[in-house]
């Protein structure tokens, strides 16, 4: 019997967080990137913290950062921050999606995590939250074992729904009885994919195609879960 997959994404969705967000500000803390990077995002962050702004332009914007001053650092120094980020924040997970998570393992489902972090902490957080197997982007390395500021396969990566396909294919799974996770629009193509999609917490853009789809809407506010 070939297992169904359920298919989630991370930040926002099982992580309270966006894990990139965590782990450049460790980095700044750390002495690892600049201070000044901090300054780079700072309207952005203010202009959500004031409800001004977008969330999803803040985190893309400290992703932006990330990417530039990633260029030249040592792996195992980011690989050790990204250990403390996991070590500290594993717990700091939706009630709603960590529930979920173990209720499908028991009924043996496939978990599969695919996330627009870096690979080398999504792969230490899937680890701690169940995940079966995960996929993030993959920023390479040089001979000296600093990064050089390309990423492999980074279109391959941003078609969350390729990715979902090929693990099936790969790992023998079934779409039958599927499920899905996600909290912005670029979830959408995976929630396109499997048989019940679930917006959960989901952003302005998500929120309206899930309605249009007559899919499931979740939230979770202070102690409160509850469907839209």
Same mark, same amino acid.
Do not use: C
């Given at each position: 019997?070939?297992?169904?997959?359920?298919?989630? #994404?991370?930040?926002?969705?099982?992580?309270?967080?966006? *894990? !990139?967000?965590?782990?450049?500000?460790?980095?700044?803390?750390? $002495?690892?990137?600049?201070? +000044?990077?901090?300054? *780079?995002? +700072?309207?952005?962050?203010?202009?959500?913290?004031?409800?001004?702004?977008?969330?999803?332009?803040?985190?893309?914007?400290?992703? %932006?950062?990330?990417?530039?001053? /990633?260029? $030249?650092?040592?792996?195992?120094?980011?690989? #050790?921050?990204? $250990?403390?980020?996991?070590?500290?924040?594993?717990?700091?997970?939706? =009630?709603? !999606?960590?529930?979920?998570?173990? &209720?499908?393992?028991?009924?043996?489902?496939?978990? *599969?995590?695919?996330?627009?972090?870096?690979?080398?902490i999504v792969?230490?957080?899937?680890?701690?939250?169940?995940?079966?197997?995960?996929?993030?982007?993959f920023f390479?390395?040089?001979?000296s074992g &600093?990064?050089?500021?390309?990423? +492999?396969? %980074?279109?391959?990566?941003? &078609?969350?729904?390729?990715?979902?396909?090929?693990?099936? =294919?790969? +790992?023998?799974? !079934?779409?039958?009885?599927?499920? $899905?996770?996600?909290?912005?629009?670029?979830?959408?193509?995976?929630? %396109?994919?499997?048989?019940?999609? /679930?917006?959960?917490?989901? &952003?302005? !853009?998500?929120?309206?195609?899930?309605?249009?789809?007559?899919?499931?809407?979740?939230?979770?506010?202070?102690?409160?879960?509850? %469907?839209?």
């Amino acid at each position: 019997m070939k297992r169904p997959v359920a298919a989630f #994404d991370i930040d926002g969705t099982v992580f309270r967080s966006s *894990l !990139t967000l965590e782990l450049v500000e460790r980095l700044i803390e750390k $002495g690892i990137f600049p201070q +000044e990077s901090l300054m *780079l995002y +700072e309207n952005e962050r203010t202009r959500w913290l004031d409800r001004k702004g977008d969330y999803q332009a803040y985190v893309d914007k400290v992703v %932006e950062v990330f990417q530039k001053q /990633i260029k $030249g650092v040592s792996f195992a120094a980011v690989a #050790d921050a990204a $250990g403390e980020v996991i070590e500290e924040k594993k717990d700091r997970v939706y =009630r709603y !999606t960590r529930d979920l998570i173990k &209720n499908l393992r028991q009924k043996n489902y496939y978990l *599969l995590a695919i996330s627009h972090s870096p690979k080398f902490i999504v792969d230490g957080f899937g680890y701690e939250a169940g995940f079966d197997k995960v996929y993030g982007f993959f920023f390479a390395t040089g001979p000296s074992g &600093n990064f050089t500021g390309g990423v +492999e396969d %980074e279109d391959i990566m941003k &078609n969350k729904s390729a990715i979902l396909q090929r693990a099936v =294919r790969k +790992e023998g799974l !079934t779409f039958e009885s599927s499920i $899905g996770v996600g909290d912005t629009e670029s979830d959408i193509p995976l929630l %396109e994919s499997v048989e019940t999609a /679930i917006a959960f917490n989901p &952003n302005s !853009t998500l929120y309206a195609h899930a309605k249009r789809r007559g899919w499931k809407i979740v939230v979770e506010r202070k102690d409160v879960i509850y %469907e839209i």
